[in-house]
């Protein structure tokens, strides 16, 4: 019962793939995930997953004179190690890597092409629902409705 990242992404609320240029500004990104409400930006090149900008990088750029917002390209301050999941894995999967990696976005690759975001609250709402269910089957089992 435990529901697939492709189940996820099919579930969500939006389709579209947010994502940002690694020549963009600190300034442009920030504007963007505040209207998107987002915390955080794949940064593609050439459609290819190279980097990914979050709140927590910007939080972690010290001191700010050196990184001014208007000025400081995305690539000077996004995180390169960028961990990602396929559309085959579960929802498990994407808890232990994210609680492991100590991260909370997760790109999901299918063949190389990003083809969606994971956050935590996704999977969190996804969990409580594999969960429910599987108590909504123990309920019915123990009733002796089986």
């Not at 504007?31 to 955080?40: D, T």
């Not at 001014?68 to 996004?78: A, C, Q, R």
């Not at 063949?111 to 956050?119: D, P, Q, R």
Request: hydrophobic share 40%; net charge negative.
């Amino acid at each position: 019962m435990d529901s697939t990242v492709k189940q996820m992404l099919a579930g969500k609320d939006s389709k579209e793939i947010w994502s940002i240029s690694p020549e963009e500004t600190i300034l442009h990104a920030l504007e963007f995930m505040s209207e998107k409400n987002i915390g955080a930006l794949p940064v593609l090149e050439d459609n290819i997953l190279i980097g990914i900008f979050s709140e927590r990088d910007y939080a972690r750029i010290l001191p700010p004179e050196r990184h001014s917002p208007d000025t400081t390209k995305i690539s000077e301050v996004m995180t390169e190690e960028v961990y990602c999941i396929s559309p085959k894995n579960t929802a498990n999967d994407c808890m232990g890597m994210m609680t492991e990696k100590r991260i909370r976005h997760l790109p999901v690759l299918d063949e190389g092409k990003m083809i969606g975001i994971i956050t935590i609250g996704d999977v969190l709402k996804q969990i409580i629902k594999d969960q429910d269910n599987l108590i909504g089957h123990l309920e019915y089992y123990i009733a002796g409705k089986a």
